[in-house]
C-alpha cells in the first residue's frame, strides 16, 4: 500500500486532497485516521517522508484524502488553526494541496445578470442544477432585502460552470427585464484591483489636467488686458519690438527644434497651431505678434515695458507663449488632436523621432495602457509628434513601456518633471530621455 490506507471504491469527483501540516513526526497513517474519521470516511493518507533517512521518517505534514467534498470541508472548519496535537507548539494547518488550487472558487464561480426580480434562490438553484453540483446560490439584494436582479452561482468544477455559461447566456428574456440573461464568470479579486487602478488612473489625469492647463482655464477673454496693454506698447514710437522679436523667434526656433531655425519655420509651427486654436473657437490671430506677445503676457505674467529688456526676456516670454499655445490647443481638442495624431503615426507605419533630446522612454505603464492613453497622459507638456506603447507580438499585451516624442527638448525636460515618479495605482511611471542612436557607437 505504500504508506497509504486505500478502498477499492473512488472518492467523489468533486473530492478535495488536503494537506495537513503541525502533525507529531511519531504519528502513522492509524494515528491520523482516527483524528480525521470523525468527519467523514477517509479515502487515503500518506504522510510525506525524508527519504534521506534509514527508515524514511516523518516530516509532520501529510495528504489526506476524503471520500466526500463536504467531510474535507467539515475536518478544515474543525481543525485549522484550532485544534493542537499532543506535544506540538503550534495548531494543525489544513488547506487543499496545491495540485487543488486550480479548482479555486472563482475559477467556478458565475454572475447571472437579467434576473426577474420575482426569483427567489431556490429558482436560481432549478434553473441551474441540470449542468453539476452548486455549492453556493445567492441573489444580491438591496438594504431593504429586494432582488436587484442578478446573482451568484458556485459549481463544484469549472467544466459544469463552463456548461452552464454555453447553454444559459442570452438564451431567454426573464419576466421584468429589458435584455436576455447574462450568464459569466464573475470578476476576480484581480479584475476589481484592474478597475480600481483604471477609476483612480481617470481621476489623476483629470487633476494633472486641470492643473496643467491653466492658461486656457481662464478662457481667452483672459487675454483682453495684457492683450491691450502689449498693443499700446507696440503702437507707442518709444517701444523697439521689432529687433528683439526676430532674433527670439530664432530662439525659439532653437530651444523647440523648429527646423529650418528661421523666423519663417518658428511662424509656422505657430500658425499650424493657431489652426487648432481656430477650431476651439480662439479668437488669436498668430500671424499678428501683438497677439502673441499677449500670450506671452498671460503665460509669462509680463507686462507691455517687458518687452523692452532685451532679447533674453523677450525669448522666455515667446517661448512661455509657444507653450502656452499648445497646450490650449491640446486642452481644447484632446480628442481630434489625440485621434489625428493615432492615425498619421498608423499611416506611417512607423514610430516618429523628434529631435535630439525630445524623445522620450516611459517605464511601468498600467498593462492595459494603450497608445491614445499614454498619448493624452503626456499632451500637456506640448507638441507631441508620436506615443507608442510596445506591444509583445506573440501575446498581443503591453510590454508596459514605450516612447513618447515632442518636436522640441523643452517639452520634454517638462513632461519628465511632472511625469517621473507620477504614480498610477500601486505603479510610478519612470520618465527619461531616450537614448541617442549615437551614444551607443564609440566613435
Given at each position: 500500500?505504500?504508506?497509504?490506507?486505500?478502498?477499492?471504491?473512488q472518492p467523489d469527483p468533486d473530492a478535495i486532497k488536503m494537506f495537513v501540516g503541525q502533525i507529531p513526526r511519531s504519528w502513522s497513517e492509524k494515528e491520523l485516521k482516527e483524528l480525521f474519521e470523525p468527519y467523514g470516511a477517509v479515502y487515503q493518507i500518506n504522510i510525506l517522508r525524508d527519504r534521506s533517512q534509514?527508515?524514511?521518517?516523518?516530516?509532520?505534514?501529510?495528504?489526506?484524502?476524503?471520500?466526500?467534498?463536504?467531510a474535507a470541508l467539515e475536518a478544515q472548519n474543525a481543525l485549522h488553526n484550532i485544534k493542537t496535537l499532543t506535544g506540538m507548539h503550534h495548531p494543525i494547518q489544513m488547506k487543499p494541496a496545491d495540485s487543488e488550487k486550480s479548482n479555486a472558487v472563482e475559477d467556478r464561480k458565475l454572475f447571472i445578470g437579467m434576473v426577474s426580480k420575482k426569483c427567489n434562490e431556490n429558482d436560481i438553484r432549478v434553473m441551474f442544477s441540470a449542468f453539476g453540483q452548486i455549492e453556493e446560490c445567492r441573489i444580491l439584494r438591496g438594504p431593504d432585502g429586494l432582488s436587484r436582479g442578478c446573482a451568484f452561482v458556485t459549481f463544484s468544477t469549472r467544466a459544469m460552470a463552463q456548461n452552464a455559461i454555453k447553454a444559459m447566456h442570452q438564451s431567454q428574456t426573464m419576466e421584468g427585464c429589458s435584455s436576455p440573461i447574462v450568464v459569466k464568470f464573475a470578476d476576480t479579486q484581480k479584475d476589481k484591483e484592474q478597475r480600481r487602478l483604471q477609476q483612480q488612473l481617470a481621476q489623476q489625469m483629470q487633476q494633472l489636467n486641470s492643473a496643467t492647463t491653466w492658461g486656457s482655464l481662464t478662457g481667452l477673454g483672459g487675454l483682453t488686458p495684457q492683450y491691450l496693454a502689449v498693443r499700446s506698447a507696440a503702437a507707442s514710437p518709444t517701444t523697439t519690438i521689432s529687433t528683439p522679436y526676430c532674433s527670439s523667434m530664432a530662439n525659439v526656433a532653437a530651444v523647440t527644434g523648429t527646423t529650418a531655425g528661421s523666423n519663417a519655420g518658428a511662424m509656422n509651427s505657430l500658425t499650424s497651431l493657431g489652426t487648432?486654436?481656430?477650431?476651439?473657437?480662439?479668437?488669436?490671430?498668430?500671424?499678428n505678434i501683438n497677439a502673441l506677445a499677449g500670450m506671452a503676457?498671460?503665460?509669462?505674467?509680463?507686462g507691455g515695458a517687458g518687452l523692452t529688456n532685451g532679447t533674453a526676456g523677450t525669448m522666455d516670454a515667446l517661448t512661455q507663449a509657444y507653450s502656452g499655445i499648445q497646450q490650449y490647443a491640446a486642452a481644447a481638442l484632446p480628442t481630434l488632436y489625440s485621434q489625428s495624431l493615432l492615425q498619421q503615426q498608423g499611416a506611417a507605419g512607423s514610430q516618429k523621432e523628434g529631435p535630439e533630446g525630445a524623445n522620450l522612454f516611459i517605464y511601468h505603464l498600467p498593462q492595459e495602457f494603450g497608445d491614445q492613453d499614454i498619448l493624452q497622459m503626456?499632451?500637456?507638456?506640448?507638441?507631441v509628434v508620436s506615443a507608442k506603447v510596445f506591444i509583445d507580438k506573440q501575446t498581443n499585451l503591453s510590454k508596459c513601456?514605450?516612447?513618447?516624442?515632442?518636436?522640441?527638448?523643452v517639452s520634454a525636460q517638462a513632461a519628465i518633471q511632472a511625469m517621473n515618479g507620477f504614480q498610477i495605482g500601486m505603479k510610478r511611471l519612470k520618465v527619461q530621455l531616450k537614448r541617442s542612436k549615437n551614444d551607443s557607437k564609440p566613435y
Amino acid at each position: 500500500m505504500n504508506g497509504a490506507l486505500e478502498h477499492s471504491d473512488q472518492p467523489d469527483p468533486d473530492a478535495i486532497k488536503m494537506f495537513v501540516g503541525q502533525i507529531p513526526r511519531s504519528w502513522s497513517e492509524k494515528e491520523l485516521k482516527e483524528l480525521f474519521e470523525p468527519y467523514g470516511a477517509v479515502y487515503q493518507i500518506n504522510i510525506l517522508r525524508d527519504r534521506s533517512q534509514n527508515p524514511p521518517q516523518s516530516k509532520g505534514c501529510c495528504f489526506v484524502t476524503f471520500y466526500t467534498r463536504k467531510a474535507a470541508l467539515e475536518a478544515q472548519n474543525a481543525l485549522h488553526n484550532i485544534k493542537t496535537l499532543t506535544g506540538m507548539h503550534h495548531p494543525i494547518q489544513m488547506k487543499p494541496a496545491d495540485s487543488e488550487k486550480s479548482n479555486a472558487v472563482e475559477d467556478r464561480k458565475l454572475f447571472i445578470g437579467m434576473v426577474s426580480k420575482k426569483c427567489n434562490e431556490n429558482d436560481i438553484r432549478v434553473m441551474f442544477s441540470a449542468f453539476g453540483q452548486i455549492e453556493e446560490c445567492r441573489i444580491l439584494r438591496g438594504p431593504d432585502g429586494l432582488s436587484r436582479g442578478c446573482a451568484f452561482v458556485t459549481f463544484s468544477t469549472r467544466a459544469m460552470a463552463q456548461n452552464a455559461i454555453k447553454a444559459m447566456h442570452q438564451s431567454q428574456t426573464m419576466e421584468g427585464c429589458s435584455s436576455p440573461i447574462v450568464v459569466k464568470f464573475a470578476d476576480t479579486q484581480k479584475d476589481k484591483e484592474q478597475r480600481r487602478l483604471q477609476q483612480q488612473l481617470a481621476q489623476q489625469m483629470q487633476q494633472l489636467n486641470s492643473a496643467t492647463t491653466w492658461g486656457s482655464l481662464t478662457g481667452l477673454g483672459g487675454l483682453t488686458p495684457q492683450y491691450l496693454a502689449v498693443r499700446s506698447a507696440a503702437a507707442s514710437p518709444t517701444t523697439t519690438i521689432s529687433t528683439p522679436y526676430c532674433s527670439s523667434m530664432a530662439n525659439v526656433a532653437a530651444v523647440t527644434g523648429t527646423t529650418a531655425g528661421s523666423n519663417a519655420g518658428a511662424m509656422n509651427s505657430l500658425t499650424s497651431l493657431g489652426t487648432l486654436q481656430g477650431l476651439a473657437g480662439a479668437t488669436v490671430g498668430l500671424n499678428n505678434i501683438n497677439a502673441l506677445a499677449g500670450m506671452a503676457a498671460l503665460n509669462g505674467g509680463l507686462g507691455g515695458a517687458g518687452l523692452t529688456n532685451g532679447t533674453a526676456g523677450t525669448m522666455d516670454a515667446l517661448t512661455q507663449a509657444y507653450s502656452g499655445i499648445q497646450q490650449y490647443a491640446a486642452a481644447a481638442l484632446p480628442t481630434l488632436y489625440s485621434q489625428s495624431l493615432l492615425q498619421q503615426q498608423g499611416a506611417a507605419g512607423s514610430q516618429k523621432e523628434g529631435p535630439e533630446g525630445a524623445n522620450l522612454f516611459i517605464y511601468h505603464l498600467p498593462q492595459e495602457f494603450g497608445d491614445q492613453d499614454i498619448l493624452q497622459m503626456f499632451m500637456p507638456f506640448g507638441n507631441v509628434v508620436s506615443a507608442k506603447v510596445f506591444i509583445d507580438k506573440q501575446t498581443n499585451l503591453s510590454k508596459c513601456f514605450g516612447f513618447v516624442s515632442y518636436d522640441n527638448p523643452v517639452s520634454a525636460q517638462a513632461a519628465i518633471q511632472a511625469m517621473n515618479g507620477f504614480q498610477i495605482g500601486m505603479k510610478r511611471l519612470k520618465v527619461q530621455l531616450k537614448r541617442s542612436k549615437n551614444d551607443s557607437k564609440p566613435y
